[in-house]
């Protein structure tokens, strides 16, 4: 059998686990995807769809990855991710497109630490202290329980992560490594079995950025702008590019052509060469969604501080 054949045999194979997936993403509690992974296959995102009430298929990729997850050694965790645990809570300290997470072990949840991050940064701050990394490792370590995330004076809980977000990370968690940048920043098609997604990828990430960016270049740059924790730099590519952070060492790049009279805007997609390393092809396709929609709502309520326009 050549490989076309076997491609197609193993995406028919993995079709009831698709099913699956986008029942999951209906019954999320926020309009984005989740994207599960079957053992030793591959498959494609779904599209997102409008929230529903959460069904027992929904919960079928969380209960699946979450029992995985539940099986494996924290200290193991840490080692391959190299993300801090905090044995006291018991959870990871994640960074997603510039917002802090608890990633409780061994029972999975994925909470917001906005708030402590917040009262310890300001602090540090004002003593000339770098938050980086050591932030997430002392918000992790301060104990707080669920606590409450203040949003324009008004109590308004923890921010719950969005389903798609929760997955991608739970995901990372149970199969994903870290590994060192190169230097280089890589298309999605040179991501193994990046080509066999690569119209989806096409359609749901690089013409999603045109259509939301493609015409608004100081939206895009205000959305750099509105979070330094993305560690955002311009780079020369296109009428305007940017490089930022997904997570902690694992690297994006967008560009844009702005459009005109004769020609649409179009837009580019990058990853850091050692995104392989944490997310397969259909997860870096999430992973690009998820990417998008923080930075529609960064321009939505852009802040001072980041890059340079």
């Not at 802090?100 to 701050?125: K, N, Q, V």
């Not at 929760?166 to 994903?176: F, I, N, Q, S, V």
């Not at 045109?210 to 702008?225: E, H, P, R, S």
Request: proline share 6%; charged share 25%.
């Amino acid at each position: 059998m050549d490989d076309t054949a076997e491609r197609k045999k193993i995406v028919k194979a993995t079709e009831p686990m698709n099913a699956a997936l986008q029942a999951a993403a209906r019954g999320a509690a926020t309009p984005r995807a989740a994207v599960p992974r079957a053992a030793a296959q591959r498959v494609a995102a779904p599209k997102a769809a409008a929230p529903r009430a959460v069904t027992p298929n929904a919960m079928a990729p969380f209960l699946h990855y979450g029992a995985l997850y539940g099986a494996k050694d924290a200290l193991e965790i840490e080692a391959r991710c190299a993300v801090p645990f905090d044995r006291r809570r018991r959870a990871f300290a994640l960074r997603i497109m510039g917002r802090d997470y608890f990633a409780s072990h061994p029972d999975f949840a994925l909470e917001s630490c906005e708030a402590e991050r917040r009262e310890i940064t300001s602090g540090e701050a004002a003593n000339g202290v770098d938050a980086g990394r050591e932030v997430a490792t002392r918000e992790a370590a301060s104990g707080v329980g669920a606590g409450h995330e203040a949003a324009g004076g008004v109590d308004a809980g923890r921010r719950a992560a969005d389903a798609m977000e929760k997955l991608l990370a739970l995901r990372y968690l149970c199969e994903g490594a870290a590994a060192p940048w190169g230097g280089r920043m890589i298309s999605y098609g040179e991501i193994p079995w990046g080509n066999v997604y690569s119209s989806n990828f096409q359609g749901r990430c690089v013409r999603r950025l045109a259509a939301d960016f493609g015409n608004d270049a100081a939206g895009l740059a205000a959305a750099m702008a509105g979070e330094p924790r993305l560690e955002a730099e311009r780079v020369s590519m296109g009428d305007i590019g940017f490089r930022f952070a997904f997570m902690r060492g694992l690297y994006m790049a967008v560009t844009l052509w702005e459009g005109d009279d004769e020609f649409p805007p179009s837009a580019q997609m990058l990853f850091s060469d050692n995104f392989p390393a944490a997310f397969t092809a259909e997860d870096t396709a999430v992973a690009a969604e998820v990417a998008l929609g923080r930075l529609r709502e960064l321009r939505a309520a852009p802040r001072p501080g980041g890059p340079a326009t």
